[in-house]
């Protein structure tokens, strides 16, 4: 038999291997020519960062992971967090030693349960360290974490939350800033057994920053550092966009925005550059909403801007376009545009199609009792994204649909200490958002899980808001709800004997 021949049946066997199955094909499907069309599967493998949560002693943190149960996935699977360690205490074997048999919390605060049931865990004070989550088997597809921190008093005060993320290589926050008044860092975290190397790269309004200190930044394995951004330039600028570009490894990156009168939140990544943005659930009643772009080509972008409300698509006064030079950050204050309805942002050129990155930070309550939150442009739910961490009345769940109409379910886990799953299914009409009277576990015990997933139709945006417990401050919190990316596309494999030929 040929090497030619052999190779080929090799490389037949490991795709078979991979993908955990092989189709045959019919005699009917090989006459018509059509290939077969792909499955999805389970992801076998799931890795999460979580940022450490605050430097507060005032820090009331609550950690929330949980799995969906995945149709055709294993029974069997693991998933843990770990801790990471600092990038001081990486540089001195004798103090990480140290701190590992002194620091309370050089256990992870939450264990994750089974699919199908939330698992919650608190921790409280400064020392909460940076984890590393990773989950595999039945536990990998679609696993969720999410961190949510309280902070009473001081800078930042207010509801934060951050969903831990996978890591990656490429990371743009638009919507950082510099300003007096605003302390922000930049967390990142390294899952693997080799040190990453970071360029940390910032925008404001005339063009790059002039920094050298950002260049070249190593995060030790299994590790994390975090960089506040005053340090980094000398510049003040009120709109910020921070690049983080991985020159080797991988890392989760995430920027914590503190604010000295108006509180503060995560700023996770934006969605990838692209010409058509959606930011979707800005809270009705939004006192403040500041929107901030940016375009990393060479080329400048005119934006077509409108709200998706509950009745339609809706252009703001005085705010129908917006232009942004290429390489320069723009800022429009967009003020209170949601005027006490459910609404998304709904961005698409008005001429030729450039990429383009976007970012809104939100000011719900005035005076003295304000506080901010940020909304990233975001993905489609596509076939399924969680929101980990929900509570009785703490939560709001915002449905888009900015081309077609969509049919979406929602699906209530049990409560993290008891109580029934529940499902709703909502049809939310082309062009509207929709707040939702998202289901609730009956008998509901604890935290729970949502679960939201496209049925039929267009692509659904979605986000989930979530509100603190202190009546004197209008402290929340936003996260946008992507694909979690628990099933991949694998195409099917056909047998084929002509390969066998000589």
Not at 158 to 165: D, M
Request: glycine share 12%; aromatic share 2%; with cysteine.
């Amino acid at each position: 038999m040929k090497r030619t021949t052999l190779s080929l049946i090799a490389c037949t066997a490991a795709l078979a291997a991979v993908t955990g199955f092989a189709a045959v094909a019919t005699p009917d499907a090989a006459d018509s020519g059509t290939a077969a069309p792909a499955a999805r599967l389970p992801v076998e493998r799931t890795s999460l960062l979580c940022p450490a949560p605050s430097t507060s002693d005032l820090a009331e943190t609550q950690y929330t992971s949980f799995t969906p149960v995945t149709k055709g996935a294993e029974e069997k699977g693991e998933a843990a967090l770990t801790v990471a360690t600092p990038g001081d205490a990486a540089e001195d074997g004798d103090a990480k030693d140290d701190k590992k048999s002194d620091d309370k919390a050089a256990k992870p605060p939450v264990e994750p349960e089974k699919p199908g049931t939330p698992a919650t865990g608190k921790t409280s004070g400064s020392g909460t360290p940076a984890l590393i989550g990773t989950a595999d088997g039945g536990r990998a597809p679609g696993w969720t974490v999410q961190q949510t921190t309280e902070v009473v008093a001081g800078t930042g005060r207010g509801l934060q939350g951050v969903n831990c993320s996978a890591p990656d290589t490429e990371f743009w926050f638009p919507g950082a800033s510099t300003a007096a008044g605003r302390s922000d860092y930049v967390h990142l975290t390294n899952p693997d057994d080799s040190a990453a190397v970071v360029d940390i790269e910032l925008y404001g309004k005339d063009g790059a920053l002039e920094s050298t200190v950002g260049e070249g930044v190593t995060v030790p394995p299994h590790g994390t550092e975090s960089l506040l951004l005053s340090t980094l330039t000398e510049a003040k600028e009120t709109d910020l966009t921070v690049h983080v570009g991985v020159r080797s490894g991988r890392v989760g990156a995430a920027v914590q925005a503190l604010d000295d009168k108006t509180g503060g939140d995560w700023l996770t990544a934006a969605a990838d550059p692209a010409a058509d943005l959606v930011l979707p659930g800005i809270p009705k009643d939004a006192t403040a909403v500041r929107l901030v772009l940016f375009t990393p080509g060479g080329t400048d972008a005119d934006l077509k801007v409108r709200l998706a409300s509950p009745s339609g698509l809706i252009t703001p006064a005085g705010h129908e376009t917006v232009h942004v030079k290429a390489g320069m950050t723009t800022g429009v204050d967009l003020g209170a545009v949601t005027r006490g309805e459910a609404g998304s942002l709904v961005l698409t050129p008005t001429d030729g199609a450039v990429p383009v990155v976007a970012a809104v930070r939100v000011v719900r309550g005035k005076g003295g009792e304000q506080e901010s939150a940020f909304i990233p442009a975001s993905d489609p739910v596509g076939a399924r994204a969680t929101a980990a961490d929900n509570r009785a009345k703490s939560t709001t769940l915002a449905l888009t649909a900015p081309g077609e109409e969509a049919e979406v379910r929602v699906t209530a886990s049990a409560g993290s200490e008891g109580g029934t799953p529940a499902t709703k299914t909502y049809t939310v009409k082309a062009g509207t958002t929709q707040n939702v009277e998202a289901p609730v576990p009956a008998g509901l015990k604890g935290g729970y899980a949502l679960t939201v997933e496209t049925v039929s139709g267009g692509p659904v945006h979605a986000s989930r808001t979530l509100t603190g417990s202190d009546d004197d401050v209008a402290s929340f919190t936003v996260q946008t709800l992507p694909d979690d990316r628990g099933t991949v596309s694998v195409p099917n494999a056909e047998e084929d004997l002509s390969v066998l030929q000589d």
